[in-house]
């Protein structure tokens, strides 16, 4: 079965901080992805990446980044948290042909 | 025009009956299709997937996808509480895009 981890299932951070959310996968997956859910919107593509330091630009990017050092591990970055950055983040992983396995995700309040 | 369209519901069904979801999209080079279940407070679950027209059976599941209609659907038969969740149609063209959801009840 695909595993997929993310460091923490609740936060809490304030406004400001610098957040980091951690994925890590164990299928030797090319293609990570991070997303957000929100009531209403549905699931939106932050960033993803194909590749060991390769990343793109998913739908909503602004106010995020992310790092890629490892196959197996994908890292989101809050590099200062807004309240409007309180969501739902999933992480993804998948190969050909885009079967994408999620995480647990992980709720993250910025007060 | 979103790029995947599902109606939100929600959808309630008596345990027992067929639960029929609907799902379109605007990408006519759409290439792979994907239907996920999602419980509350709960990640996306893949349970289905399909490439080419025609339907795939597994289970209680049935997933069918017209390209031409640019259209696909998740029939679940015999409906179970336990099938209460949410349902997320997937399309891939270039990149995978959700819809919003169909929210399907199983009335006991």
């Known amino acids: 079965d695909v595993k997929v981890t993310q460091s923490s299932r609740y936060l809490v951070k304030r406004t400001g901080e610098k957040v980091f959310l951690e994925c890590v996968q164990d299928?030797?997956?090319?293609?990570m992805f991070w997303y957000r859910q929100d009531p209403g919107l549905g699931l939106r593509l932050i960033y993803f990446?194909?590749?060991?330091?390769?990343?793109e630009k998913g739908d909503i990017p602004e106010g995020y980044s992310v790092s890629r050092e490892k196959k197996e591990r994908f890292s989101l970055i809050l590099e200062s948290a807004s309240t409007n950055q309180t969501s739902m983040y999933l992480c993804?992983?998948?190969?050909?042909?885009?079967?994408?396995?999620f995480g647990p995700g992980t709720r993250l309040t910025v007060t | 025009q979103k790029e995947v369209e599902q109606n939100s519901g929600p959808l309630s069904v008596p345990e027992g009956a067929i639960a029929s979801l609907n799902c379109t999209y605007s990408d006519r080079v759409s290439q792979s299709f994907f239907w996920y279940r999602q419980y509350s407070g709960k990640s996306p679950e893949l349970i289905m997937s399909i490439y080419s027209n025609g339907d795939k059976e597994d289970g209680r599941f049935t997933a069918q996808l017209n390209k031409a209609s640019q259209y696909v659907s998740l029939l679940i038969r015999d409906s179970q509480p336990s099938d209460s969740a949410t349902y997320l149609c997937?399309?891939?063209?270039?990149?995978?895009?959700f819809g919003a959801g169909t929210t399907v009840t199983v009335r006991a």
């Open positions: 997937a399309v891939r063209s270039y990149k995978l895009s």
């Open positions: 993804a992983s998948s190969s050909e042909p885009y079967e994408q396995y």
């Open positions: 299928m030797d997956h090319e293609n």
């Open positions: 990446s194909y590749d060991v330091k390769m990343k």
